[in-house]
Antibody, heavy 122, light 107 residues
Framework: QVQLVQSGAEVRKPGASVKVSCKAS????????MHWVRQAPGQGLEWMGK????????RYAQKFQARVTMSRDTSTSTFYMELSSLRSEDTAVYYC???????????????WGPGTMVTVSS | ERVMTQSPATLSVSPGERATLSCRAN??????LAWYQQKPGQAPRLLIY???TRATGIPARFSGSGSGTEFTLTISSLQSEDFAVYYC?????????FGQGTKVEIK
């Protein structure tokens, strides 16, 4: 079955970086865009960006443009999201979420990973 | 960016009753609107896409309507497992944006 498995919880100090992984299985990896969405404790959902698994092109929300890098490894069917210069406000659950539409990447998010909790604290 | 506004923030409903949730966009998003359900400690689950199409495995008691700037999610007869937070999301424009959520709680 289609599944996204994310890496485990992380704790970082302010100013550090974190890299979260999302391993996909059960579908053709290069055909579906992947998005990253975060959710601060008790708050709503915030879209961070997306990556085309075929060519690796990315699009980021302006808010994260200077600090986020999304990548993928086609040999292991794994996506990565790295966020740098962390601050306390980055404490959140980070989700990977697959775009529903094959190829175009212009649709709703049909499969979500379980989330990775990232805590930023001195 | 498209700003999505959901109302009400909290909806108190008795099991078996109908729930109606609203989502408004500050500019048209055509029919590129999705609804998600999120329970505590879980990832969101896609309910509706294209404003009115149920996702795979979603019960028929969930229905979506609307286009342009006004959208509605209706749960015809609330079951115990439906008490959760519901988010709308537009995917017509970049960046993708979500509403702030509506919590459906037991009355």
């Amino acid at each position: 079955q289609v599944q996204l498995v994310q890496s485990g919880a992380e704790v970082r100090k302010p100013g550090a970086s974190v890299k979260v992984s999302c391993k996909a299985s059960g579908y053709y990896f290069t055909r579906y865009y992947m998005h990253w969405v975060r959710q601060a404790p008790g708050q709503g959902l915030e879209w961070m960006g997306k990556i085309n698994p075929s060519g690796g092109s990315t699009r980021y929300a302006q808010k994260f443009q200077a600090r986020v890098t999304m990548s993928r490894d086609t040999s292991t069917s794994t996506f990565y999201m790295e966020l740098s210069s962390l601050r306390s406000e980055d404490t959140a659950v980070y989700y990977c979420a697959r775009d529903r539409h094959e190829i175009l990447g212009h649709d709703a998010f049909d499969i979500w990973g379980p989330g990775t909790m990232v805590t930023v604290s001195s | 960016e498209r700003v999505m506004t959901q109302s009400p923030a909290t909806l108190s409903v008795s099991p078996g009753e109908r729930a109606t949730l609203s989502c408004r966009a500050n500019q048209s998003v055509s029919s590129n609107l999705a609804w998600y359900q999120q329970k505590p400690g879980q990832a969101p689950r896609l309910l509706i896409y294209g404003a009115s199409t149920r996702a795979t495995g979603i019960p028929a008691r969930f229905s979506g309507s609307g286009s342009g700037t006004e959208f509605t999610l209706t749960i015809s007869s609330l079951q115990s497992e439906d008490f959760a937070v519901y988010y709308c999301q537009q995917y017509n424009n970049w960046p993708r944006t979500f509403g702030q959520g509506t919590k459906v709680e037991i009355k």
